[in-house]
């Protein structure tokens, strides 16, 4: 292969910092003495490990530097190297082994300078060794002036748990970091590999808000540090959190749990199945669930007895206890509810209570055949905590200004909709403690299937269709009680509904559920399953539309800037612009909310008000879609995108939360 012209090889040697400088006599020397050298894509220059034999100037294409640790067998990319880039000029320097690979990222041309010419060239022209030598500490010293990565000593610095806890635990094990320090939004790190892009992509991933200064430690010394500081201090940690825990849930113990049985006299036939790790493992699950602050409890048949407890929206596992544990234990919830023990091919309902630490919970249970044996779920609500003021609830002041208003009205109808738990029921308690308290001179009633938190100074009616008291049965007795203020559970049919709106129009305030996507789509709802437009336009006078979104964690949260795809959707979605959602806020995952950066739920809603111009449109039979269009250009709709956006600003939730309810 034809080497380049003396002219050319001069001008790129002094390109390059190891050679610059130096005397045309001793350029042409070294011009003399390089050889070229021709390499394929992927083709090992000089590997990890060998002896080294020569230096290489890149004169064509790019190479990849690599780096093997040893230890871990894992190769990493260090660094990209291009005209007229040296490398393996340390080596020979330095007596030592390759330090790293460099191999061919395209069509390599490198001009080399082998060992023993570049060793006589050094004796003939000593000048020469102390310009490589100069060139090359100021090299270096650039080199650690840019990467900034310091050593450090571990066990020079003290642990600190809660400073360990900022990023997830598993993420740090991972890539083998180790906080050290955080100051002014600014975390120290240390890890075995600082230049790692993997690794402090992924870190800074996981501390959006924070700036990371990675500094260097050794690979044995971490593994040292791991094993006898860091393990044992978060395992300490550990359990103290879940003493503390504990605590805080008024020292909550399984023994002191009571279980009580239903008001109703049970069937002496029905025998108790009794057993003592029965009894304590079902203890343990409420005891469990009241701590953790569960919604319902999943007890699930397969191959074992599955328990499983839904928190903050989502479903998390308990325990899974043998098989043979699940029919004693289903049994003994039924015989606590008075359900029939015998039988198990049809679902049943019941319900009981449980208390413990204080605390009262009111238990439904819900049976259901499976080919494995009987599914079991429980809803926890608590009659000891009290109930949430709507402002509470409802976050937005100018929305619970006008459900307020609604409710101290003398007439008309309130509905509140969306899936099952999404909190509807929760929000008309809310509403009736307020009116209750506000107005004490007025009758109020419910009528409830079933009765799911006892109200002073209202009148409460459960449903028993057992005996015939299904709901357009007690809503037509109750209209003869003299009501201020009715309660409906549910509108179920069109019987129902069209006596609660009935009622609403000649001089009561009703309030009820129902199940629809949205405010404007409940409207039509109830003409889909039989109620008079007219009657339907005369009685609403405001719909609420409801979902829960999970909270983001109050200890954890932080600023964050979320990628542009993710504002690229909230904007197509038309939930909030892209100059808008600059800054946002996420939870970075802690031990409160064991990493999930989520604690809690929150509400989002969309009201509805119906005024003369609405009932006009829903008298001339529109759509839902054309209502919520009216609502919107009149202003009398407030949206869930409108509120999402709502929730975003102010950092109660993120946008994955409501791009996953609302982005449609």
């Known amino acids: 292969m034809a080497k380049p012209t003396p002219e050319a090889l001069a001008e790129m040697l002094e390109q390059t910092l190891l050679f610059r400088g130096l005397p045309k006599a001793t350029v042409d020397r070294v011009i003399g003495e390089l050889e070229v050298t021709r390499h394929e894509p992927g083709?090992?220059?000089?590997?990890?490990?060998?002896?080294?034999?020569?230096?290489?100037?890149?004169?064509?294409?790019?190479?990849?530097?690599?780096?093997?640790?040893?230890?871990?067998?894992?190769?990493?990319?260090?660094?990209?190297?291009?005209?007229?880039?040296?490398?393996?000029?340390?080596?020979?320097?330095?007596?030592?082994?390759?330090?790293a690979t460099v191999r061919a990222a395209t069509d390599v041309v490198c001009l080399r300078l082998?060992?023993?010419?570049?060793?006589?060239?050094?004796?003939?022209?000593?000048?020469?060794?102390?310009?490589?030598?100069?060139?090359?500490?100021?090299?270096?010293?650039?080199?650690?002036?840019?990467?900034?990565?310091?050593?450090?000593?571990?066990?020079?610095?003290?642990?600190?748990p809660e400073l360990y806890r900022i990023l997830p635990q598993d993420l740090l094990i991972k890539h083998s970091v180790v906080p050290l320090e955080l100051k002014d939004q600014h975390l120290l790190v240390a890890l075995p590999h600082p230049e790692d892009p993997v690794a402090m992509d992924a870190l800074h991933r996981a501390a959006p808000g924070l700036t990371l200064r990675p500094v260097a430690c050794g690979v044995a010394a971490y593994r040292r540090y791991l094993e006898h500081v860091i393990r044992p201090a978060m395992q300490g940690r550990v359990i103290q959190q879940v003493r503390q825990r504990r605590a805080e849930a008024e020292d909550l113990k399984p023994r002191d749990l009571q279980i009580h049985r239903a008001r109703m006299l049970m069937d002496e036939s029905a025998k108790e199945i009794t057993g003592d790790g029965v009894t304590r493992l079902l203890k343990e699950i409420f005891t469990e669930a009241i701590v953790r602050g569960a919604s319902d409890i999943h007890i699930e048949p397969a191959d074992q007895c599955r328990v499983r407890f839904r928190i903050h929206g989502r479903l998390q596992k308990f325990v899974h206890a043998p098989y043979t544990f699940h029919l004693p234990l289903v049994s003994q919830l039924k015989v606590a509810a008075n359900l029939d023990i015998v039988q198990k091919r049809k679902p049943q309902d019941g319900r009981i209570s449980v208390s413990n630490g204080g605390r009262s919970f009111d238990v439904r249970i819900s049976t259901l055949p499976t080919i494995d044996g009987e599914k079991v779920v429980m809803r926890m609500l608590e009659t000891s905590g009290g109930l949430l003021p709507l402002d509470a609830l409802i976050l937005s002041g100018d929305l619970v200004s006008r459900l307020r208003q609604a409710i101290m009205g003398t007439m008309g109808c309130v509905l509140v909709v969306g899936p099952t738990g999404s909190g509807k029921t929760t929000t008309l308690y809310s509403a009736l403690a307020e009116l209750s308290k506000a107005s004490p001179d007025i009758n109020i009633?419910?009528?409830?299937?079933?009765?799911?938190?006892?109200?002073?100074?209202?009148?409460?009616?459960?449903?028993?269709?057992?005996?015939?008291?299904?709901?357009?049965?007690?809503?037509?007795?109750?209209?003869?009680?003299?009501?201020?203020?009715?309660?409906?559970?549910?509108?179920?049919?069109?019987?129902?509904?069209?006596?609660?709106?009935?009622?609403?129009?000649?001089?009561?305030?009703?309030?009820?559920?129902?199940?629809?996507?949205?405010?404007?789509?409940?409207?039509?709802?109830?003409?889909?399953?039989?109620?008079?437009?007219?009657?339907?336009?005369?009685?609403?006078?405001?719909?609420?539309?409801?979902?829960?979104?999970?909270?983001?964690?109050?200890?954890?949260?932080?600023?964050?800037?979320?990628?542009?795809?993710?504002?690229?959707?909230?904007?197509?979605?038309?939930?909030?612009?892209?100059?808008?959602?600059?800054?946002?806020?996420?939870?970075?995952?802690?031990?409160?909310?064991?990493?999930?950066?989520?604690?809690?739920?929150?509400?989002?809603?969309?009201?509805?008000?119906?005024?003369?111009?609405?009932?006009?449109?829903?008298m001339n039979e529109s759509l839902s879609d054309q209502l919520r269009a009216r609502g919107v250009e009149d202003g009398t709709l407030t949206t869930f995108k409108q509120y999402g956006a709502f929730l975003l600003r102010m950092g109660y939730t993120e946008p994955t939360e409501i791009l996953r309810n609302f982005a449609t």
């Open 43 to 99: 083709e090992a220059i000089c590997t990890q490990g060998d002896e080294a034999d020569a230096l290489f100037i890149i004169s064509q294409g790019q190479c990849t530097v690599f780096h093997e640790d040893k230890q871990l067998s894992v190769e990493r990319e260090v660094t990209q190297l291009k005209p007229p880039d040296p490398f393996g000029e340390i080596g020979l320097v330095l007596g030592e082994r390759r330090n």
């Open 114 to 160: 082998s060992r023993n010419s570049f060793g006589m060239l050094l004796m003939d022209e000593p000048q020469l060794g102390v310009k490589i030598s100069q060139n090359l500490a100021r090299r270096l010293t650039e080199q650690t002036q840019n990467l900034t990565h310091k050593y450090v000593e571990l066990n020079d610095h003290v642990f600190d």
């Open 445 to 618: 009633s419910t009528i409830e299937d079933p009765v799911e938190y006892t109200l002073p100074n209202i009148v409460q009616t459960p449903i028993n269709k057992s005996v015939g008291m299904d709901f357009p049965q007690v809503l037509r007795a109750l209209l003869r009680q003299d009501p201020d203020v009715i309660l409906v559970g549910e509108m179920r049919d069109a019987t129902t509904a069209q006596i609660a709106m009935e009622g609403a129009l000649t001089g009561h305030l009703v309030l009820s559920t129902l199940h629809a996507n949205g405010a404007p789509e409940a409207v039509t709802r109830l003409v889909e399953i039989g109620c008079a437009r007219y009657l339907v336009a005369s009685a609403i006078s405001m719909v609420i539309g409801q979902r829960l979104l999970r909270r983001i964690c109050r200890r954890c949260k932080t600023a964050h800037t979320f990628s542009d795809n993710v504002r690229e959707h909230l904007a197509r979605a038309d939930i909030m612009p892209m100059d808008d959602s600059a800054s946002l806020w996420r939870g970075r995952g802690c031990d409160e909310c064991s990493g999930s950066g989520f604690q809690g739920r929150v509400g989002a809603y969309e009201v509805l008000q119906i005024d003369p111009r609405m009932r006009e449109a829903i």
